[in-house]
Nanobody, 114 residues
Framework: QVQLVESGGGLVQAGGSLRLSCAASGSIYNINAMGWHRQAPGKQRELVARISSGGTTTYADSVKGRFTISRDNAKNTVYLQMNSLKPEDTAVYYC????????WGQGTQVTVSS
């Protein structure tokens, strides 16, 4: 079992920045990759960014150049630095960790006002 606790969401004006954090605990030695998805009202959950255990990163086209995912293995924490935020980035952001299963955090709300 892997437990994930997210923090860092909130309300920000367009053009602003936020940093999300996700701390993992439990069977962390089995984690292959960690990432962030988001779900806006009325839309499907979508991949935002992912980082492998080796540090390889993947981004959705909509966030490339604006968001950066990173991980601190010593703290078992993954971060999502979000810059140049747009109103369309408004969503609940979910952290996930992948072993042979996928574990999800509880989600954190990000709201970008225009």
């Amino acid at each position: 079992q892997v437990q994930l606790v997210e923090s860092g969401g909130g309300l920000v004006q367009a053009g602003g920045s936020l940093r999300l954090s996700c701390a993992a605990s439990g069977s962390i030695y089995n984690i292959n990759a960690m990432g962030w998805h988001r779900q806006a009202p009325g839309k499907q959950r979508e991949l935002v960014a992912r980082i492998s255990s080796g540090g390889t990163t993947t981004y959705a086209d909509s966030v490339k150049g604006r968001f950066t995912i990173s991980r601190d293995n010593a703290k078992n924490t993954v971060y999502l630095q979000m810059n140049s935020l747009k109103p369309e980035d408004t969503a609940v952001y979910y952290c996930n960790a992948m072993t042979i299963y996928i574990y999800w955090g509880q989600g954190t709300q990000v709201t970008v006002s225009s």
